[in-house]
């Protein structure tokens, strides 16, 4: 009997938190999954699945997730919170989600020990960086990191510019023949210390922000970028990069696990 080695991938989730002014769901916390992710991982044939925070009684557990998933990919959204990685916030409007920086740093962690790939987009770049004992610059502009902004409220996922991608990583592999490249940017923070065992892939072409880091590990996988592949489709205009690659090789790595143990888990 053939195995199905459809990719079941697990997504990190946002947050609302309970907010008694909101109309609607007053008081409750909502976890939500931005439809452009679900739509990019279906485009390269996996399926997507919201990963919700547990119940703190149990019964089911994380590892319930973990050993029914392939793999985890970290959304965008808020900031991380400078507490997460050793720091008082610069401003109180740097104070981000340590709740759901908790969260996600968890899956990380339970993924790569179960051996599974783990692929971070923007914040969810950041929270790798993070797990890994990495930390962030709080503001690029603020901290002197650069003058140009990497984030437009009114270009939003319209604002880019180029990277660079770094000789003998994976990402040229993934990309041969394509150093300098053009993709969006929608961040102020950026990782600052590298992570422990990660290595950077990209960095901006102007200003040397890092924009992708890997682990070292060829036989694990844990990857972040730091633009939003997701959201090219409408946006692209033939001259960014090509998203699919980047998605595929994360889906493959997600089928490999599955060859191993699809038909004695599922």
Not at 153 to 168: F, K, S, T, V
């Amino acid at each position: 009997m053939a195995v199905d080695l459809t990719p079941r991938v697990g997504i990190s989730a946002c947050f609302f938190h309970p907010d008694p002014e909101r109309e609607i769901f007053k008081g409750k916390t909502l976890l939500y999954l931005e439809q452009s992710m679900a739509w990019w991982v279906q485009r390269g044939g996996g399926l997507p699945y919201l990963v919700p925070t547990l119940r703190p009684d149990g019964p089911v557990r994380l590892a319930d997730y973990v050993n029914d998933l392939d793999g985890l990919l970290l959304h965008g959204g808020s900031d991380v919170c400078p507490r997460t990685y050793g720091e008082e916030p610069l401003r109180p409007e740097w104070e981000g989600d340590a709740i759901r920086d908790r969260y996600e740093i968890e899956l990380v962690r339970a993924f790569h020990d179960a051996g599974k790939p783990v692929l971070g987009i923007c914040r969810g770049h950041q929270i790798v960086n993070v797990a890994f004992g990495g930390t962030l610059w709080q503001d690029l502009i603020e901290q002197g990191v650069t003058d140009r902004s990497h984030r437009d409220y009114e270009l939003y996922d319209q604002n880019r510019h180029r990277i660079e991608i770094l000789p003998g990583t994976g990402l040229a592999r993934l990309y041969p023949a394509q150093a300098k490249v053009e993709v969006n940017s929608i961040h102020h923070q950026a990782v600052r210390e590298v992570g422990e065992g990660l290595v950077v892939e990209a960095v901006s072409v102007d200003d040397g922000v890092v924009e992708a880091v890997r682990l070292g590990d060829p036989d694990r996988y844990v990857v972040g970028v730091q633009w939003h592949p997701e959201f090219f489709e409408g946006v692209d205009d033939g001259t960014m990069l090509d998203n699919m690659p980047l998605l595929g090789e994360f889906l493959d790595r997600c089928r490999g696990i599955q060859a191993g143990d699809r038909g004695e888990q599922r």
